[in-house]
């Protein structure tokens, strides 16, 4: 679907609110290129940056993370907590970790919450693995529904393979309360026990670090209740510096999981290219306070404005609407509107009504406007399904504010057009 769109994509015309990139504005262009020549300056410091790198990743890009993490106070994170765990590089990004997971473990069944994050969580499906996804409330995955089904599965927990957990969750932007962080890795601690094999608990914290709502407190890791060892947690410069730096790490206890996932790292091509991982490292050591004090003020402003679009032109139709205090993603559920490809909604909005006053003509179609629809992020089979085909999650992150509220505005006009649309009872 992304792909179908961006093919044809008229910037300045449409309007894409489905994509996951961050804002340009956020990315500090200017420090990438002083900071590469520092590089290339200074062969002491930065060996080879051009030449192969390893498969854990470059030692100065991980002194630095570590000492970003202990120096902001990142999950709650000390010194201590970190003192026996190792910090790994992916190849390429979160994603590439993300994989490697799934790649050294047996294909099984992944725990993980509903609404999930529908690439990964397709990704394990294509790959062999069964998906239970469960739902979450404002506080993120329900765990007394996790233990239930724990429960229920009964025989088969022992084809549990790991837990995936996204604690600012894509889509709904809910930030997982630490007390769920921490019921989860208790769970799967049990589990552990009753299995007699640990159960990995990977937590992707890709949007920790943008919680930009100062009336909520910063997310705990999961790494602080992890007394058995059983906790990966994977981080991001992506939303926080620039996704084309492609810079993802792992944190873990040694042993044969981290060794399998840094044998996978090698056999795809070693970890990100060497001197991204030396700019990383410069602007993670130099830069990194402000940085994440502008990224999280832009995303803050938006966020309020675009709330207001929301409840402004869209308030009638709305049922519900999760996000604004963290990421960059509402995840809105409709009242009595059908979002998914085949929907009146989503065919106003991508101009493939067959009305030419509304699409516009063949070669000048109007502005047309992307978003996900829900029943991508629900789980097909899940509770949530029904739910799903009224959903929609709407990205505020790449497009600016102008853009936004033209994009909330035609959204509107698809809601009336599906109202008008709906046939008279009798
Ligand atoms: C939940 C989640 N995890 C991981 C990623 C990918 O991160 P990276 O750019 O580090 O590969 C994304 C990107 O949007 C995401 O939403």
């Given amino acids: 679907m992304m792909d179908a769109f961006a093919a044809d994509f008229r910037p300045g015309c449409d309007i894409n609110l489905g994509v996951g990139y961050v804002n340009e504005r956020t990315i500090p262009a200017g420090l990438f290129i002083d900071e590469l020549q520092q590089v290339v300056a200074d062969p002491m410091r930065h060996k080879t940056p051009f030449n192969y790198g390893g498969p854990r990743g470059s030692a100065r890009l991980v002194e630095s993370i570590r000492d970003f993490i202990i120096r902001t106070g990142r999950g709650g994170l000390t010194r201590d907590h970190l003192c026996d765990r190792d910090i790994i590089i992916g190849a390429s990004g979160v994603t590439s970790l993300l994989e490697a997971m799934a790649q050294v473990l047996k294909p099984g069944i992944v725990v993980t919450s509903d609404p999930m994050y529908y690439i990964y969580c397709n990704l394990l499906e294509r790959m062999g693995f069964e998906v239970i996804a469960i739902p979450e409330d404002e506080c993120g995955l329900r765990t007394d529904l996790l233990r239930e089904r724990l429960e229920q599965l009964g025989g088969r927990r022992s084809n549990i393979s790991f837990f995936y957990i996204v604690s600012v969750n894509n889509p709904t932007s809910t930030i997982l309360s630490n007390t769920r962080r921490q019921e989860i890795v208790a769970a799967a601690a049990a589990l552990s026990y009753e299995q007699r094999r640990k159960i990995p608990v990977l937590f992707d914290t890709a949007y920790d670090d943008i919680v930009h709502d100062p009336a909520r407190a910063k997310p705990l890791s999961a790494l602080l209740f992890d007394e058995p060892g059983i906790v990966c947690e994977v981080g991001s410069l992506s939303k926080i510096l ?4 492609r810079i993802g790490y792992l944190i873990a206890s040694p042993g044969p999981l981290l060794n399998a996932l840094i044998q996978k790292t090698a056999d795809t091509g070693f970890s990100a290219p060497l001197f991204c991982q030396e700019i990383a490292s ?13 990224v999280n003020r832009g995303y803050r402003e938006k966020a309020h404005a675009v709330r207001g679009w929301i409840e402004r032109e869209l308030g009638p139709w709305l049922e519900n609407c999760t996000g604004g205090s963290a990421a960059f993603y509402f995840y809105l559920t409709l009242k009595d509107i059908a ?16 009305n030419p006053d509304i699409d516009g003509q063949d070669s000048n179609k109007n502005a047309r406007v992307l978003y996900i629809p829900g029943c991508h992020c629900v789980h097909p089979h899940g509770e949530l399904r029904a739910h799903g085909l009224r959903q929609l999650r709407i990205s505020y992150g790449f497009e600016e504010p102008e853009r936004i509220e033209q994009a909330v505005r035609i959204m509107r006009e698809a809601a009336c057009f599906c109202e008008k649309a709906v046939p008279a009872p009798g």
């Fill in 282 to 294: 410069r602007l993670l050591d130099a830069h990194i306070e402000k940085q994440l004090a502008r």
């Fill in 242 to 245: 620039s996704p084309a730096l």
């Fill in 339 to 354: 979002t998914d490809e085949s929907s009146l909604f989503f065919k106003y909005l991508t101009r493939t009504t067959g």
